[in-house]
């Protein structure tokens, strides 16, 4: 009968390094495990914080462009309302109907008249200032198609 020798395994990794529950390790424990760094905390929120300064940066552009667009759009029924009490402070022989396109000219002594007539209509010499096309909407405003010259007298 042989003899049982038991042979006596010596590891030759420390002691400190090895374990028998690797899976709760902070670190790989093989060869071929994920590496496992320490979160750089300061570097998430300043990542964080630069995403949320784009983001609101650019909701804030939008804010503004819509701001802008209104002040246009504001603006605009502003100028329908100057024109309309222009043209209805203007001499008219005719009743004006909705949808229909008149024009409207200044006179020498400051008065406004309301035509039918364009003013490429009167041939070279028109005998009044053209101020505006303006056409009658259904709210009883009038929308300016074309602006005069300004700077004519």
Known sequence: MKE???????????EDKITENPHSLPYAHTVGGVEIKPIDK????????????????????????????????????????????QVYNAEMNFEPLIGFTYHLYERSNGNYVLSMVAPEEWGAKPPYKFIATVELLSDHTWDVLEMGNKEEK
Do not use: C, F, W
């Open 42 to 85: 300061g570097k998430v929120k300043g990542r964080a914080v630069k995403a949320m300064y784009k983001q609101t940066d650019m909701q804030l552009g939008q804010i503004k462009q819509q701001i802008e667009l209104l002040a246009q759009q504001a603006q605009k029924i502003q100028d329908r309302i100057m024109i309309s009490e």
């Open 4 to 14: 049982s020798k038991k042979a006596t395994i010596i590891n030759p990794i420390d």
